[in-house]
């Protein structure tokens, strides 16, 4: 077998969750040699990432007892595959029981956190708070800052804010993460309702310098944020200033524009604040900060007695908004068809399963504009990754309920094909005496034996010199060559002769005829031997074949219902996974219908306001 | 109105919570502004336990479907290659300096019975170390004989293809043979070394 990678290194090589260093490590490491062609058969599939039928070997070649050679490795491979497939509760059963002493301190360090950081994305706060538990010692800079923020994050989400707060209140870190710590810690804060503390934070990470774009865009937040709690509280000039420190291109920047252009109308300058309000009309529509501006500047415009422009400004607003909300209407119902979630897979070859699918494109269409934020966020994308295994499962059971009528098939063959042979097998036996043969063999040896005992030359005589012999014999008995006649006498001397020669050519070849009828008795018995095993395992297929059929039988009739039932409950977990995605898809157009329908209220009443104020004044000019 | 629109807005700033690089934060002093984030924590809760529960559920499928598929295999593989006259082939690689199979052809008993042809990242899979079952046949006891040829390109593109015969004596029992793809006899030239288990 070729020299494979060590243990280590197929555990490095499980993908995204360890670091190019991790990989050359790894790879220099002494190499192993591959053993058991079935664990060889399981990388084959492994190295070209197709975790599933990679699995499926493994798991077949371990029942078999087929990977003795590699148990420990093969099973650190298969916690890994099941990482990559998905599959996150049995790989860390695995790892629990093996990373321990099986692999190098900062590789399994990496692996519990990348386990802790699949768990807080997909809920599972007791278990990746667990994971990070079994960190042991350090990890390098970048993962040590992560898995503090990690920890910290799942200390949030858990209400357990206090702790967070400390545990990130003395970060000394230099890089980025600093930044973000002082982040969770404002949002620690408020949430356990130091919201003035909050506000000091806010306006230090407004005022830092940034030196990365993730940065640029954290600052961005924290100003906003700032600027508006400012706002609300009725300080607009001092909110001014942090919302005009947000970028003016970027996913902040409207709503930076919004909040600038309220803060001088706060302070009665209505004049100005048109100028970031007019800046956000040729924006995005379904920016809810421009959804706004639509209202802010007839608003500004009345309050700067331009109250006919107002009104037209009004409904324009009005008639932009009601289109809007009946094109979220029609994409709820989109939703609600289920439509929309089958074209996240169209084209998907649907060829794999876990971690490493991701969306490369969004489908087209007006659900996906409304939805863009939403789609972007890891509840989302984790919960479409299992929409997506779900069916993948579905596609693989209905594959094999084909297969199941083709074994049924295919065994009703075997059976056929045993059935016929048996009757033709059964016949030739009867026919064929075994037992009698081996009592002939016996018998033939004790003869071979006697011959060679008494040295029994003519007994190994071809047939002419036997015949010879016994004519020779024969003649010599006649009386009349007993006759005291030099006539006889010749004769006999001939005879003497003859026997001479014949008895001295049979006792010269006597050895060799023996060994020669020795062997051939020895080919004899050891093809009687054959035959006797031949036989035994006839007997024993005759016995057990019955029983394999009915063993096989009855495993490919369990086959069925065994599919079926669990091809229902991938279907109802398919279902509810939808339902899933569709609720908080659902709910997210909801928010944004209902704001359109609270400003389309604020906009009617407004006109209305103009209106009445128009009558009124038209009223009083007339009297 | 003033003050409505704003609370529209900075209600959508607060809902927004979680992680650092994806969230607002809050702003200032009053107990509505607490409790906003609380109750947005609080949905973030229900919904993070709804999908967990979910995902409880797909991972018991995937385990389930995993047994079968790996019941399934073997069941298939005993149906289709009893292990009496079981004889599986399997090619490897262990070839050090740069070459590329391209392909690989089997002849049993003087009737071709595989001719593959790998792919990039078949190919790839070999030559880091895996092993690629080629073939599975069911003989009967007895003397039989296999051709293998490989066809593939070494440094400079340079055009390779080299066979291997073997006879062998099929017993009762499955049989294995490895068709190995080394370099390590003749340096540089790769050639096939055929090993066989029981």
Not at chain 1, 175 to 193: C, D, H, I, K, P
Not at chain 1, 210 to 226: G, H, Q
Not at chain 2, 82 to 106: C, H, K, R, T
Not at chain 2, 132 to 154: D, Q, S
């Amino acid at each position: 077998m070729p020299p494979g990678r060590s243990i280590l290194s197929k555990l490095a090589l499980l993908g995204l969750f360890l670091a190019p260093l991790a990989f050359a490590a790894e790879d220099a490491r002494e190499p192993v040699v591959i053993k058991d062609p079935q664990y060889g058969e399981v990388l084959y599939y492994f190295y070209q990432e197709d975790y599933f039928p990679a699995i499926v070997r493994l798991l077949a070649a371990r029942q078999q007892g087929q990977l003795d050679d590699h148990a420990e490795e093969a099973e650190l491979l298969l916690g890994g595959m099941y990482l990559s497939y998905g599959h996150h509760l049995e790989a860390a059963a695995i790892f629990e029981n093996l990373l321990a002493g099986n692999v190098a301190p900062e590789l399994r360090n990496r692996t519990w956190f990348f386990l802790a950081k699949i768990w807080y994305q997909r809920g599972y706060l007791d278990k990746a708070r667990e994971a990070l538990g079994f960190i042991d010692g350090d990890l390098p800079q970048n993962l040590r800052s992560e898995a503090s923020m990690l920890d910290a994050q799942i200390r949030i989400a858990a209400g357990d804010y206090d702790s967070a707060i400390a545990r990130l209140s003395d970060w000394d870190d230099p890089t980025e993460w600093a930044s973000y710590a002082r982040f969770n810690v404002g949002v620690a804060l408020v949430r356990s309702g130091r919201v003035s503390e909050a506000v000091a934070l806010l306006d230090e990470i407004g005022r830092m310098e940034p030196f990365s774009e993730e940065l640029a865009a954290l600052r961005d937040k924290a100003n906003l944020a700032l600027g508006y709690a400012l706002l609300q509280d009725g300080q607009p000039y001092a909110a001014k200033e942090p919302l005009q420190r947000v970028r003016l291109e970027g996913p902040f920047s409207n709503k930076a524009l919004l909040g600038v252009g309220w803060a001088d109308a706060e302070m009665n300058n209505y004049s100005r604040a048109l100028v970031p309000w007019m800046e956000l009309r040729g924006r995005d529509l379904l920016d809810p900060a421009v959804q706004e501006s639509m209202l802010a500047i007839p608003y500004a415009m009345s309050q700067l007695d331009s109250i006919s422009q107002a009104a037209d400004h009004y409904l324009n607003a009005i008639e932009a908004f009601y289109e809007e909300a009946n094109r979220i209407d029609q994409a709820i119902e989109r939703i609600e068809s289920g439509d929309f979630f089958e074209r996240f897979f169209e084209g998907d070859r649907l060829d794999s399963t876990g971690w490493y699918w991701s969306l490369e494109d969004l489908p087209r269409g007006p659900e996906t504009n409304y939805l863009y934020h939403l789609l972007a966020t890891n509840k989302f994308q984790e919960g479409l990754k299992n929409y997506r295994d779900l069916r993948y499962l579905l596609r693989n059971l209905d594959t094999w309920r084909d297969n199941v009528d083709v074994y049924d098939t295919m065994l009703d063959t075997q059976k056929q094909k045993y059935a016929r042979s048996l009757a033709y097998v059964e016949k030739s036996l009867l026919r064929t005496d075994l037992e009698d043969l081996v009592r002939q063999k016996l018998v033939l040896d004790a003869v071979l034996n006697n011959i060679q005992q008494s040295r029994d030359w003519l007994a190994l005589s071809t047939q002419s010199e036997f015949d010879l012999w016994t004519e020779i014999t024969k003649i010599e008995s006649n009386p009349a060559l007993q006759a005291d006649l030099d006539e006889a006498r010749e004769v006999r001397d001939k005879i003497d002769l003859l026997k001479g020669v014949l008895q001295w050519n049979l006792e010269r070849d006597f050895n060799e005829r023996l060994t020669g009828v020795a062997y051939e008795l020895q080919d004899t018995g050891a093809a009687l031997i054959e035959a006797q095993r031949a036989r035994r395992k006839i007997d024993d297929a005759m016995r057990t074949e019955p029983a394999r059929y009915a063993a096989l039988s009855k495993r490919v009739d369990g086959l069925s219902p065994r599919i079926d039932g669990i091809a229902m409950r991938v279907d109802e977990a398919l279902g509810r996974q939808r339902a899933f995605l569709q609720e908080i898809a659902i709910d997210e157009l909801q928010v944004q219908k209902e704001r359109l329908d609270v400003y389309m209220i604020q906009a009617r009443f407004a006109l209305a306001a103009i209106y009445d104020i128009a009558a009124t004044s038209e009223e009083e000019a007339s009297e | 109105m003033t003050k409505t629109f704003i609370t529209i807005i900075a209600a959508t700033l607060l809902a927004l919570g979680g992680f650092a690089v994806a969230q607002d934060a809050a702003p200032i002093e009053s107990d509505a502004v607490t409790e906003a984030a609380r109750e947005a924590a609080a949905e973030e809760a229900r919904s993070r336990e709804a999908f967990r529960s979910l995902d409880e559920d797909v991972q018991t499928l995937k385990k389930e479907v995993l047994d079968l598929n790996r019941d399934l295999f073997l069941l298939e593989e005993e149906l289709l290659f009893p292990a009496n006259s079981q004889v599986a082939f399997f090619v490897s690689m262990d070839v050090g300096e740069y070459f590329e199979i391209d392909s690989v052809q089997l002849k049993i008993d003087g009737k071709e019975v595989a001719n593959y042809l790998y792919t990039a990242r078949e190919a790839d899979a070999l030559a880091r170390g895996g092993v690629h079952r080629l073939h599975m046949a069911n003989l009967k006891t007895g003397e039989h004989e296999f051709v293998a040829i490989f066809t593939g390109k070494g440094p400079h593109t340079r055009d390779y293809r080299r066979g291997a015969t073997t006879v062998f004596d099929k017993g009762i029992g499955a049989k294995y043979f490895e068709l190995e793809i080394t370099d390590r006899v003749k340096k540089q030239q790769p050639e096939f070394i055929v090993k066989e288990w029981e």
